[in-house]
């Protein structure tokens, strides 16, 4: 189907030979092999519905800023169904084989629900017809929860009923269009499941709403036999002050505590990472340790901004981190894949800065991919850490794994040893040497590549 609706050509290998960045890729080849698999297996880029075809680069401060091939549709439902037609060239002309959207992202609503439903049904009419012609397909989709003003106090956990029963009742419709489209995920972000102030909450009632939703939503894939990985995406604050699910270890304690750990996994954001005060590679250490990472929203914020600014990815650094959890791992998620949940800034506004930002983010995770599978391969971690934790491989500490060993034991063993030969057990971590190896792998893998 590829016409030219973008005016720009399909982006071309261009490799490393000239610094300057253009609209090539450098470093990303979807069928290159590393580490055992194509680039494109390990990666599995998605392109947000949200924001590379809705957004106008709005901030509190301004009107939008955007300049799209698709400005001159001005009537809703056309320029709706038109940004089908334009985001399937678009995945094209970039070469990913996913989206990911909102059911809000793709139609207007209408009065009732009933309407809204037939207007977002005709627009998912269109995008099956190019599934099918382009072998294209949802990595996940979601249901906006947040957006309208009837959710200003939460959806699952607003404290009025009505509310609630339509949250249901929007959500059953969203998960329908999964199971026609084929969704391999279905992503909630509990965009206003938070609080505002506590003297006016009743914290515990809105987490077991929070958590009778997402069992209604169970029930009901079971139903329908909806055969999708369902994701929780943390997130501490914004727009509440305080939300839910803060970050990766509040929402798998959330999941135990209501019994559904087992049918959910996480879908983690690096700029929501850095408002939970983490680092991105934190956030994947702490669901792998649980056996629950799921999939990843690929962006990164600012060191300066303390919102959520969803840039593109271009932290090489960071990159390289997270996918050297993604490589010893062995994936991103049973279904996972990087959903590039990032937009230009304000003053990158045009249609070629959309082509250039995602360029960019695939970039910037292809040469982490390459450095983290050097990395790997030199076992320069994994050898660093196994020599650490050596000491419980036999006698004492290996009695301390197996549980054979209590206080008692601990005190006959410890009680008389002088303080300068338990002292003399530690070891220089060399910290600043391991950071400077990892720079050093990024300079000179990427040197090579
Ligand atoms: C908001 C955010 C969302 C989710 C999907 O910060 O990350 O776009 O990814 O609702
Ligand atoms: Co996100």
Known sequence: MMTDLWNTDAVPFVGTESSRQGLGFRYYQADRVVAGKPMKDWLRFAVAYWHT????????????????????????????????????EFYQKLGVDFFCFHDRDLAPEGDTLRQ??????????????????????????????????????????????????????????????????????????????GYENLWNTDLRREQDHMAKLLQMALDYSREIDLDVQFLIEPKPKEPTTHQYDFDAATTIAFLKTYGLDDSFKLNLE???ANLAGHTYQHEVRVARAAGMLGSLDAN?????????IDEFPSDLYESTAVMW????????????????????????????????????????????????????EDNVIGSMVSERYSSYDSGIGSEIENGSVGLTELESYSLDVPQSEIIAKTQSDRLEAVKATIGNYIVDTLGRA
Do not use: C
């Not at 509190?60 to 809703?76: I, L, M, N, V």
């Not at 991103?332 to 230009?344: A, Q, T, Y």
């Open 53 to 88: 075809f809705d957004q106008r680069l709005v901030d509190p401060f301004g009107e939008g800023t955007a300049t799209r091939p698709f400005d001159k549709y001005t009537d809703p439902m056309s320029l709706a169904l038109a940004k089908v037609d334009y985001s399937f």
């Open 116 to 193: 809204t439903n037939a207007n977002l049904d005709r627009v998912v009419d269109q995008i099956e017809g190019l599934q099918k012609s382009t072998g294209i397909s949802p990595l996940w989709n979601t249901s906006s929860l947040f957006t309208n003003a009837r959710f200003l106090a939460g959806a699952g956990t607003s404290p009025y009923a009505d509310v609630f029963a339509y949250s249901g009742a929007q959500l059953k419709h969203s998960l329908e269009i999964a199971k026609r489209l084929g969704s391999q995920n279905y992503v909630f972000w509990g965009g206003r499941e």
């Open 270 to 272: 690096g700029n929501h």
């Open 300 to 308: 990164q914020g600012d060191k300066l901004l303390g919102w959520d």
């Open 325 to 376: 959890e993604i490589l010893d791992e062995g994936e991103i998620g049973p279904r996972g894949g990087l959903n590039f949940d990032s937009k230009p800034r304000r003053t990158s506004f045009t249609a070629e800065d959309l082509f250039q930002g995602h360029i960019v983010g695939m970039d910037t995770y292809a040469a982490g991919l390459l450095v983290a599978a050097k990395l790997h």
